[in-house]
């Protein structure tokens, strides 16, 4: 598989910090037959937690969350990347960045142990265009 790089859009939620938030948020998502690409989950003070979901059909998800009374935020506007493992491949994305200018302000990225990786690259609304374009999405 060689990199694939393409737009994404996800969504915020804010629940309490306790054991099996994020369980009951996905496993009623998978139930409405949500399917994610990503998934984070980073705490936002003392007491709660940011979940970041990434729908694989964010049209889905907003009908799916709206009739199941779920409050999300957004969508907004990331990149995944997706490919072969190698060295050097996430600086070489980066590198693409940096030549156009593009802030990366948030980045998560992941090798799966057989030699897939996957990088979701959060950048501002005003340089979104321009990163696709950098990365030739």
Do not use: C, W
């Amino acid at each position: 598989m060689a990199t694939r790089i393409r737009r994404v859009e996800y969504f915020h939620t804010t629940v309490v910090d306790e054991p099996g938030e994020a369980y009951k948020v996905l496993s009623a998502l998978a139930g409405l037959g949500v399917n994610l690409v990503g998934f984070t989950a980073v705490p936002v003070g003392p007491d709660r937690t940011q979940l970041t979901l990434f729908p694989e059909d964010p049209g889905k998800m907003r009908a799916e969350a709206h009739k199941a009374g779920m409050a999300l935020d957004g969508p907004h506007h990331a990149l995944l990347v997706q490919g072969d493992d190698q060295i050097g491949v996430l600086a070489t994305i980066h590198e693409k960045l940096y030549r156009a200018e593009v802030n990366v302000y948030a980045s998560s990225a992941i090798a799966d142990g057989a030699g897939k990786f996957g990088h979701l690259i959060y950048v501002r609304p005003e340089d979104y265009d321009r990163a696709a374009k950098a990365l030739q999405v």
